[in-house]
T-cell receptor, first 113, second 114 residues
Framework: GENVEQHPSTLSVQEGDSAVIKCTYSDSASNYFPWYKQELGKRPQLIID?????GEKKDQRIAVTLNKTAKHFSLHITETQPEDSAVYFCAASKRGRDDKIIFGKGTRLHILP | ETGVTQTPRHLVMGMTNKKSLKCEQH?????MYWYKQSAKKPLELMFVYNFKEQTENNSVPSRFSPECPNSSHLFLHLHTLQPEDSALYLC?????????????FGPGTRLTVT
């Protein structure tokens, strides 16, 4: 089955600098890669996703890149702000009604003042 | 945010108790999920229901029993739990359960087993 590894588990970044979180997946058939953000005490919420027919996707300060050959994808946050402090989860799944989504273990991002 | 609601928000129960968690979604979705979130295994998928049919049981112990009476409601019945079952239980829904659907999470039920 699919296995998703996420690194680092904790990341501290100076406000204004960039943050990068990396994930690898094992099932080459996976074709959908969402990223969820979970603020302290709140529910996870989708912030960006990418499908396997695209190599990069950007939405304002966040971007995701996908390398299908290497089976890894990354989340990039530029010009970090205090409100970016949260736990970020990557996930991978493949198209199919009964296929399940597998989440990484999460990265706790701290934005330092 | 009222798309996916969960009750109760907090629950403390003894190992011999029987309780139920409730989830309701108001998004017109057809798939619903139960996740367990703990320090050891964040966002661990437990059950998936597609169009009211259980399509996934991720090796969950039988002391957890899901029920999906319709596509808007999902229950998790709990009995004879163990202290290690203490965790945040998150419900989620998506349009039709195919991968490529955004999952909308509820606020969770913080469960403590004493």
């Amino acid at each position: 089955g699919e296995n998703v590894e996420q690194h680092p588990s904790t990341l501290s970044v100076q406000e204004g600098d960039s943050a990068v979180i990396k994930c690898t997946y094992s099932d080459s058939a996976s074709n959908y890669f969402p990223w969820y953000k979970q603020e302290l005490g709140k529910r996870p919420q989708l912030i960006i996703d990418i499908r396997s027919n695209v190599g990069e996707k950007k939405d304002q300060r966040i971007a995701v890149t996908l390398n299908k050959t290497a089976k890894h994808f990354s989340l990039h946050i530029t010009e970090t702000q205090p409100e970016d402090s949260a736990v970020y989860f990557c996930a991978a799944s493949k198209r199919g009604r009964d296929d399940k989504i597998i989440f990484g273990k999460g990265t706790r991002l701290h934005i330092l003042p | 945010e009222t798309g996916v609601t969960q009750t109760p928000r907090h629950l403390v129960m003894g190992m011999t108790n029987k309780k139920s968690l409730k989830c309701e979604q108001h998004l017109g979705h057809n798939a619903m999920y139960w996740y367990k979130q703990s320090a050891k295994k964040p966002l661990e998928l437990m059950f998936v229901y597609n169009f009211k049919e259980q399509t996934e049981n991720n090796s969950v112990p039988s002391r957890f029993s899901p029920e999906c009476p319709n596509s808007s409601h999902l229950f998790l019945h709990l009995h004879t739990l163990q202290p290690e079952d203490s965790a945040l239980y998150l419900c989620a829904s998506s349009q039709d359960g195919t991968s490529g659907d955004e999952q909308y999470f509820g606020p969770g039920t913080r469960l403590t087993v004493t």
